[in-house]
């Protein structure tokens, strides 16, 4: 069975930083790319951030660009996301998913193959 497990989200001032973590059961990690989605209230969901299977490729969305660091470790089946100066703007719950094909700008709009349950991030004062 299949799971990608989201946690590290929760309340934080503005310019803070928060680290998200997804761990992934039941699949072959180091073949898939990862990827980050984010969905705030009342929008559609939005890609973030993706890492191909080795993490020597990354990607970021124009409005994360110089704040938030994605990295994976392939011997823990792990996927993060590093927050920094983060902006009421980027309040959301944010999924992780395994992604098909590489990462690139257009990754996002392809199906992913398994998601997670997601984790609420707020960014308030």
């Known amino acids: 069975q299949v799971q990608l497990m989201e946690s590290g989200g929760g309340l934080v001032q503005p310019g803070g930083s928060l680290r998200l973590s997804c761990a992934a059961d039941?699949?072959?990690?180091?073949?898939?790319?990862m990827g980050w989605f984010r969905q705030a209230p009342g929008k559609e969901r939005e890609g973030v951030s993706c890492i191909n299977y080795s993490g020597a490729t990354v990607h970021y969305i124009d409005s994360v660009k110089g704040r938030f660091t994605i990295s994976r470790d392939n011997g823990r089946n792990v996927v993060y996301l590093q927050m920094d100066n983060v902006k009421p703007e980027d309040t959301a719950i944010y999924y992780c998913?395994?992604?098909?094909?590489?990462?690139?700008?257009?990754?996002?709009?392809?199906?992913?193959?398994?998601w997670g349950q997601g984790t609420q991030v707020t960014v308030s004062s």
């Open positions: 039941g699949i072959t990690f180091n073949q898939y790319t």
């Open positions: 998913a395994a992604m098909r094909g590489i990462c690139y700008s257009g990754a996002y709009s392809n199906p992913s193959d398994w």
